[in-house]
């Protein structure tokens, strides 16, 4: 399931970069519950939230999607 995968990716890279779950739904500015919908793979990102993971967490589009 690709929204699986996006969830993984971002969970990854969430803690790589030391961010709660709480930190960084508030720095993105969605709620806990939206973050971890996307990352338990309930819930695929948006572009726009893909777009405001990567500038938080600055990394890359491509390096946060998941491979196909």
Excluded: H, N
Excluded at 35 to 42: K, M, N, P, T
């Amino acid at each position: 399931m690709d929204a699986d995968k996006w969830g993984r990716r971002i969970r990854s890279f969430r803690k790589l970069k030391g961010y709660t779950q709480l930190e960084l739904a508030k720095a993105l500015g969605y709620s806990v519950s939206v973050l971890g919908e996307v990352e338990r793979g309930i819930r695929k990102p948006d572009d726009l939230m893909i777009e405001r993971i990567c500038t938080v967490l600055e990394v890359s589009p491509e390096e946060l999607s998941p491979e196909e």
